[in-house]
């Protein structure tokens, strides 16, 4: 099998060829493993070998050790794992010579081949001589220039898969002395040091004890400042991301440093590349994260921890904030046309927002001069950098120092939406948008939007809805924001009510316009519109709502009839799908929770046959946005739902069972658990299939494990729903709740993301036994009792792990309650032989409302059992 001719073939123009050679190496792959890895690496290392070939054959390769889906990657790992040792000898040998190829390409490839088997080998004690190997590349004489960049390539790539744990600390230190004198002035190609700048970048977390060194800190650092002054545009690019990383890790060690960064960020931002420029504005960002972040954890402790915040921002102040302003007018022509434009005048906003949020208060003197000096200028520029400052700064300061100026300014921001200029409005209706978020409070002492004012506000807000795509978007986000902050002032949301049905019209006309190339306005728009409808006053406005409803109802219908020619036609029909269902169900809620509930009675049976249609029409983002209304729908017709159970349960059971798109199965259980809600023993009919498919997820490995929780959750809603009869389940359900919970003490709690996912499962697991509890409560309680002991020890662990959220302490407690009230007498026992749960309920009494009431509950059901 000549594997040169095949890797030619798969890439060639006649599809019938490149099939069978598809085919070729998947058989291949398949029936030899070991020897196609192999026959790779050989192809890899070649330099006689057709550059295609070898292109395609390291691309396989990478793929053939590593994937993103954890899964996958588990799979790939085993299956080297498994490979003949000699056999893989022979391949990592045959790419540790490639990073000496001519071919620049196959030396690159290598590079990250190599340290796809690093991060597979390094973590299992394996491949332990591959850093000396890289290492000796740098330092054997007469090693050529492209062997060093993709040596140095190599190192740094392995930096990136594996973690510092997993290196000795004097490895580490040959690491950085070989990339820190790659990037020396003396190494004459440029070449050789980007690839070592970019593989400091990458070992820079491997560097903790180096950076608490003062020598070997100074000696980095002054590498890296040499570096950023290079003549090259991209080695001066990767110093500055060198810094960027260095503010982030290293926050603590910088204080002797920040002089010299602040020369060189600023003689960067005024004079530098963009590329440059862009990096040294991200410095600042990060060193105002790092202080954000500081303040957030020390907020309220007395000291205020002093010795590791050094203000850097405040101390800065004065000549960062002039520094930052100069950025805003370096404005492109056209750039509120694409959303996705990066450059420095939108990176010098960004960051001046974040130093804002930083030093609160102090920065107000420093940018309004600017501000006012700009804002009425001939020069368009002037006036959008003006509006851009302004908005930048509303969120750190506080409300009194703001709510004068924005009040001054308020009327001021309003004409401007007729300024001659698209850049501006797009700008002023973006900053009429975060003072309505962080400042308007209709319930505050002070209002920032008043009767006065109000008629002015929605005229122009109305009006603006017209303007072009891109200004209209922003001016949807302001209204959006606008009714936002009603939502905890609800009877106040009155004052909107004159004006609802001009704000519907004008929000769906935005939503329709045949202009909307882009698909943010018509989502804007919808957004808008259910929030609008979330904060409307129903006993004035349900007659409005209604109408809605039926409208969104025939726009939906009207989906059914699109001419679907191509993919791109199919996605804007399921884009438009699943935000009209969206609006449906917020309507539906809205609806539902008052006294306009029989206007949905009236609509139900409409509603569920646009439902099933759009089901029919199959696209996962519509599945779930159907599967949400319908969730709302369920609730809002209570057992009369139970007419739409056989023509929905098909689609409900395979959103249950749609491992590939996890969030359609996490959203159809959720559902679940509204129809038990909503059918209580109605349910029936429907469980056997309905726990088949939810303990088969439960034990699938390719579902996602956040799936994993809520399906917990909703053991307890269909025991709830169903009592007694749940008992059938008991001995599928209990194994599968005591294996989660045993999962729970092997979770890496030093990892942030599993330490809220244990959580999750935590409280699903809780969930699950209070339903189970509260079902069976009455003749058949006895059922529980072999489960109980299981139980409390479970609790008594989470108890003792001060890991757990406070969602958690309220299931916790709220389980205990609910044992003592089924089990009564019977629980007496359990509770003196654990007695952990009277300490547990003393410290929840002194905890917040919610859990202290469950607390004095649970403590009450506990009393009445032990005293029985």
Known sequence: ???????????????????????????????????????????????????????LAGIILKNSLGAKDSAKKELLTQQWVSVDPSIKSKIKESLLVTLGSSVHDARHTSSQVIAKVAS?????????????????NMTSLGASAPLKQATLEALGYVCEEISPQHLEQDQVNAVLTAVVQGMNQT??????????????????????????????RKYIMKMVSDT???????????????????????????????????????????????????????????????????????????????????????????????????????????????????????????????????????????????????ITKPDWHCREAATFAFGSILEGPSDEKLAPLVQAGLDFLLNTMNDSNSQVKDTTAWTLGRIFELLHSPAGAN??????????????????????PNVAEKVCGAIYFLAQGYEDAEPMSSVLTPYLPNVIAALLNAADRADTTHFRLRASAYEALNEIVRVSNIPETSGIIGQLLQEIMRRLNLTFDFNILSSGDKEKQSDLQALLCGVLQVIIQKLSSTDAKSIIAQTADQLMVLFLRVFACHSSTVHEEAMLAIGALAYATGPDFVKYMPNFFAYLEAGLQNYEEYQVCSISVGVVGDICRAL???????????????????????????????????????????????????????????????????LDQSDDDMVDYGNQLRRGIFEAYSGMLQGIKGPKAQLMIPYATHLLQFTDAVFRDRSRDESVTKAAVAVLGDLADTLGASSKDLFQTHLFHVEFLRECLDMDDEVRETASWAQGMINQAVVS
């Open 447 to 468: 209002p920032i939007i008043n009767n006065s004012n109000l008629p002015r506000i929605m005229a122009v807000l109305l009006e603006s809805s017209k303007d072009v």
């Open 1 to 55: 099998m000549d594997i040169t001719q095949i890797l030619l073939a798969a890439q060639s123009p006649d599809a019938n060829l490149r099939t069978a050679a598809e085919n070729n190496l998947t058989q291949f792959q398949e029936q030899n493993l070991p020897n196609f890895l192999l026959s790779l690496s050989v192809e890899l290392s070649n330099d006689e070998k057709p550059p295609e070939s070898r292109r």
């Open 228 to 374: 950023a002054v290079s003549k090259e545009v991209e080695i001066r690019q990767a110093a500055f991301e060198c810094l960027v990383a260095i503010a982030s890790i290293y926050y603590s060690h910088l204080d002797p440093h920040m002089q010299e960064i602040f020369n060189l960020t600023a003689n960067a931002v005024k004079g530098d590349e963009e590329s440059v420029a862009l990096q040294a504005v991200e410095f600042w960002s990060a060193i105002c994260d790092e202080e954000i972040a500081l303040q957030d954890e020390y907020e309220g402790s007395d000291d205020g921890n002093s010795t590791i915040h050094f203000r850097f921002i405040e101390k800065a102040l004065p000549s960062l904030v002039p520094m930052l302003l100069e950025t805003l007018l370096k404005q492109e022509e056209d750039q509120d046309q694409d959303d996705n434009v990066w450059n420095i005048s939108m990176s010098g906003g960004t960051c001046l927002g974040l130093v804002a949020r930083t030093v609160g208060d102090a920065i107000v003197p420093l940018v309004m001069p600017f501000v006012e000096a700009n």
């Open 187 to 216: 190494e004459l190609s440029p070449e050789v040091r980007l690839a070592a700048a970019k593989a400091l970048y990458n070992a820079l977390d491997f560097a903790e004890s180096n950076f608490a060194n003062e020598m070997e």
């Open 680 to 746: 209580e023993d109605k349910i029936l009919p429907f469980c056997d299939q309905i726990m088949t498919v939810l303990l088969k997820d439960l034990s699938n490995s390719m579902l996602n494990r956040s799936v994993k929780p809520p399906i917990f959750s909703c053991f307890g809603d269909i025991a709830l729903a169903i009592g007694e009869n749940f008992e059938k389940y008991l001995p599928y359900v209990m194994p599968m709740l005591q294996g989660a919970a045993e999962l729970l003490g092997t």
């Open 120 to 136: 597979i080998e390094i973590p299992r004690r394996e491949w332990q001589d591959l850093i000396a190997k890289l290492l000796g």
